[in-house]
């Protein structure tokens, strides 16, 4: 089983920056992919951002976020990041790291919360205009 704990949201204002962490502990030995999530009240969970443990960098982004959020991941420390640059009032959303299990060969989109079997608490992040 994995473990991610979020940490770094907060109240920005519109153009400002944030970094989110997700630290991870547990087995995460067979978690290949590693993804962020956000939701708003009311709205449904989207995928933001997600990359392979053996990327090399490579990531995918929702197109809404591509060219301003930055996914990374430090396998050093199994620690995944989500860079936001340039944020926006529509970008404010519960934030969630979230983790596959690759032994479960979950078919599903790399940005669809069905492929993720472990989740974070999430941390808030609010933009204001």
């Known amino acids: 089983q994995v473990q991610l704990l979020e940490s770094g949201g907060g109240s920005v204002q519109a153009g400002g920056s944030l970094r989110l962490s997700c630290a991870a502990s547990?087995?995460?030995?067979?978690?290949?992919?590693r993804a962020w999530f956000r939701q708003a009240p009311g709205k449904e969970r989207e995928g933001v951002a997600t990359?392979?443990?053996?990327?090399?960098?490579?990531?995918t982004y929702a197109d809404s976020v591509k060219g301003r959020f930055t996914i990374s991941l430090d396998n050093a420390n199994n620690t995944l990041y989500l860079q936001m640059n340039n944020l926006k009032p529509e970008d404010t959303a519960m934030y969630y790291c979230a983790a596959e299990e690759g032994l479960l060969g979950i078919i599903a989109g790399i940005l669809s919360p069905a492929k993720y079997t472990y989740w974070g608490q999430g941390t808030q992040v609010t933009v204001s205009s």
């Open positions: 990359i392979h443990i053996h990327s090399d960098g490579s990531a």
């Open positions: 547990g087995s995460t030995s067979t978690s290949f992919y």
